[in-house]
């Protein structure tokens, strides 16, 4: 039972940009924290993003003013805007869900979040 489905990942060439989303079935959906992880090949997990019910938002220092996290409640929908992408930027990316409130602590570890979805590849060349 897939909870969590990403969509938009791909190739592109450095420099350029990309945008992924996640859309989920879960309710209500703006009650929960969401976050983008990404993991590349031989390395662990890491937090891209994360922003809250509340709209507040968390950038890892390596994507800072590069990519844009952001929901539409609405629709039920993650996105996260990627501009300026490097090599580095290649992993999977993971949308990641979690009922209720983050502490600032704990927006980047992935023990915090219960719903994963099955993850997108981007790859920048």
């Known amino acids: 039972h897939v909870q969590l489905v990403e969509s938009g990942g791909g190739s592109v060439q450095a420099g350029g940009s990309l945008t992924i989303s996640c859309l989920t079935k879960e309710y209500p959906y703006d009650a929960y924290c969401m976050a983008w992880f990404r993991q590349a090949p031989g390395k662990e997990r890491e937090g891209v993003a994360a922003?809250?019910?509340?709209?507040?938002?968390v950038y890892a220092d390596s994507v800072k003013g590069r990519f844009t996290i952001s929901r539409d409640n609405a629709q039920n929908t993650l996105s996260l805007q990627m501009n300026s992408l490097k090599p580095e930027d290649t992993a999977v990316y993971y949308c990641?869900?979690?009922?209720?409130?983050?502490?600032?602590?704990?927006?980047?570890?992935?023990?915090?979040?219960?719903?994963w979805g099955q993850g997108t590849q981007v790859t920048v060349s």
């Open positions: 922003i809250d019910s509340d709209g507040n938002t």
């Open positions: 990641a869900a979690v009922l209720g409130q983050v502490r600032n602590d704990q927006y980047f570890d992935a023990s915090t979040y219960r719903l």
